[in-house]
């Protein structure tokens, strides 16, 4: 079965706090995505990156970065964690080129920040 | 830019009747079409996908979805609704001649009264 991994079913941080949210995926997927949905709002794409090392600015990549060192693992990074950044944040992955076909989720990262 | 929209919030249906779920597209290319479930507290999951071929698709749980490229549509359906079937739906679209980003529309909330 396919599995996105997510580190952290819930979080709560800090304002001002450096915040990780790490994901994996074990279907050597060349794709990976960090989404966060609000009520109302939807998913909305922060950060896609298409191979190791590689990324692409989403809709709304304001106040994060990314990192993917590894095939396997990409990280959402907050540099200094704000209250609007309270959300849940979800990560998928998807194969990439023309067998490219839909996205696997993560359970999702319910992040609060006090 | 891609983009997908759901012009309802939110559906309600009784229990045994048929049910639709609206979407419509915006792509430059060829659409890749996709449709997700998610229950409360929960990751999303793939329900279907229309990638070429036969504009109906059928995918789990009795659920399909017809493929209008004049309309710009992909309605997501169901001849018989479950009480189970109560979740949030998300249409979500990706632009065959651009990149593999995956974009989502806000979802809609299905509520089916017993």
């Known amino acids: 079965d396919v599995k996105v991994t997510q580190s952290s079913r819930y979080l709560v941080k800090r304002t001002g706090e450096k915040v990780f949210l790490e994901c994996v995926q074990d279907m050597d997927h060349e794709n990976m995505f960090w989404y966060r949905q609000d009520p109302g709002l939807g998913l909305r794409l922060i950060y896609f990156?298409?191979?190791?090392?590689?990324?692409e600015k989403g809709d709304i990549p304001e106040g994060y970065s990314v990192s993917r060192e590894k095939k396997e693992r990409f990280s959402l990074i907050l540099e200094s964690a704000s209250t609007n950044q309270t959300s849940m944040y979800l990560c998928?992955?998807?194969?990439?080129?023309?067998?490219?076909?839909?996205?696997?989720f993560g359970q999702g990262t319910r992040l609060t920040v006090v | 830019a891609q983009s997908v929209a759901q012009p309802e919030d939110q559906v309600n249906v009784a229990e045994g009747n048929p049910l639709t779920v609206k979407c419509t597209y915006s792509v430059s290319g060829n659409p890749y079409l996709f449709w997700y479930v998610q229950y409360p507290n929960r990751g999303l999951q793939f329900l279907l996908k229309?990638?070429?071929?036969?504009?109906l698709v059928k995918g789990s749980y009795g659920f399909e979805a017809e493929f209008n490229k004049s309309q710009t549509s992909f309605h997501l359906k169901k001849p018989s609704a479950l009480v189970s079937d109560s979740a949030l739906y998300f249409c979500a679209v990706r632009d065959e001649g651009r990149d593999d980003k995956i974009i989502f529309g806000k979802g809609t909330r299905l509520h089916i009264l017993p």
């Open positions: 229309y990638i070429t071929g036969d504009n």
């Open positions: 990156s298409y191979d190791v090392k590689m990324k």
């Open positions: 998928a992955s998807s194969l990439g080129g023309v067998l490219n076909t839909e996205a696997f």
